[in-house]
């Protein structure tokens, strides 16, 4: 089991940047895939990003690539999503989750997850 605490939600302009941070105790975190979700009011959570165990392999969904940038420090057992040039649609829940398996590929199904933060909240004001 891991526990898992987002921060560095908050309100942002559009065009504005932030750093969301996702951090991990309780199970060895350098050893699985993290990944980034987020929910919109009214709508499914959705796929944002991940990266795996040793930060070689990132993967984005297409309505972030280019402006989100996930990686990870293994030391500080922490996990990041750089956010820039941010729009409204952005405005979400963001969620930082851990993989169920050890050394695992890269998944953009939310089963594929077992652990979750709270989340942490992020609006970008028009």
């Known amino acids: 089991q891991v526990q898992l605490v987002e921060s560095g939600g908050g309100l942002v302009q559009a065009g504005g940047s932030l750093r969301l941070s996702c951090a991990a105790s309780?199970?060895?975190?350098?050893?699985?895939?993290m990944g980034w979700f987020r929910q919109a009011p009214g709508k499914e959570r959705e796929f944002v990003a991940a990266i795996n165990y040793s930060s070689s392999r990132q993967y984005y969904a297409d309505s972030v690539k280019g402006r989100f940038t996930i990686s990870r420090d293994n030391a500080k057992n922490t996990v990041y999503l750089q956010m820039n040039s941010l729009k409204p649609e952005d405005t979400a829940v963001y969620y930082c989750?851990?993989?169920?398996?050890?050394?695992?590929?890269?998944?953009?199904?939310?089963?594929?997850?077992?652990?979750w933060g709270q989340g942490t909240q992020v609006t970008v004001s028009s």
């Open positions: 309780g199970r060895t975190f350098s050893s699985y895939a």
């Open positions: 989750a851990a993989d169920k398996k050890p050394y695992g590929g890269l998944s953009t199904a939310q089963t594929a997850y077992d652990n």
